[in-house]
């Protein structure tokens, strides 16, 4: 059974950091593409970034590109994003979701994590 | 203003059946990008229930139906139930914005 579990959401200041994991199991984590995409409160869902396989290629929506980083440790199973200079429209929960046949629909999400932006 | 056209809403009543258009550009569906459809359930993680413009995962039922022409694509739900009251969210890719781009989402209403 495919499961992804996001952790490291919580409550930051504006101008701070966090950093998102998302743990995966059920599945080959190594031959797949991973995304993250939020939903802001009571709003539409969002694409945010995008990786490969490898790692090699990664993508970014312009809203978050230069502040946030996608990056995937295959050998732990493990997608990240670290997100940087965090503003308050960046308050939503964040999803991770498995890719599937480029140019990728994503067939298996996760919870989700909130992340607040606030002081 | 999202990428992807959708209407806010839609509503029917049990057992009839309802379509959700998805308007797109010359730079996503136009492009030939194929059309992806998520139903998310309140509270809920959005789940996959449209694949490649109209491919159903195993199991979700053969009520929910998706096609694209042109630049638009719809997903059609028939005999609706009181559990298809969620919203739902077209996907394609876009060469343009070099990412991928989600509908505003339309909420189903079962009367």
């Known amino acids: 059974e495919v499961q992804l579990l996001e952790s490291g959401g919580g409550l930051v200041q504006p101008g701070g950091s966090l950093r998102l994991s998302c743990a995966a199991s059920g599945f080959t984590f190594s031959a797949y593409a991973m995304t993250w995409v939020r939903q802001a409160p009571g709003k539409g869902l969002e694409w945010v970034s995008t990786i490969n396989i490898g790692g090699g290629s990664t993508y970014y929506a312009a809203s978050v590109k230069g502040r946030f980083t996608i990056s995937r440790d295959n050998s732990k199973n493990t997608l990240y994003l670290q997100m940087n200079s965090l503003r308050a429209e960046d308050t939503a929960v964040y999803y991770c979701?498995?890719?599937?046949?480029?140019?990728?629909?994503?067939?298996?999400w996760g919870q989700g994590a909130l992340v607040t932006v606030s002081s | 203003q999202s990428v992807l056209t959708q209407p806010p809403s839609v509503s029917g009543a049990p057992g009839q059946r309802v379509t959700i258009s998805c308007t797109g550009s010359?730079?996503?569906?136009?492009?030939?990008?194929?059309v992806h459809w998520y139903q998310q359930l309140p509270g809920t993680a959005p789940k996959l229930l449209i694949y490649g413009n109209n491919n159903r995962p195993s199991g979700v039922p053969d009520r929910f139906s998706g096609s694209k022409s042109g630049t638009s694509a719809s997903l059609a739900i028939s005999g609706l139930q009181a559990e298809d009251e969620a919203d739902y969210y077209c996907?394609?890719?876009?060469?343009?914005?070099?990412?991928?781009?989600f509908g505003g989402g339309t909420k189903l209403t079962v009367l």
């Open positions: 996907q394609s890719y876009d060469s343009s914005l070099s990412g991928w781009v």
């Open positions: 979701a498995k890719g599937d046949s480029w140019p990728y629909y994503f067939d298996y």
């Open positions: 010359s730079s996503n569906i136009g492009a030939g990008y194929d």
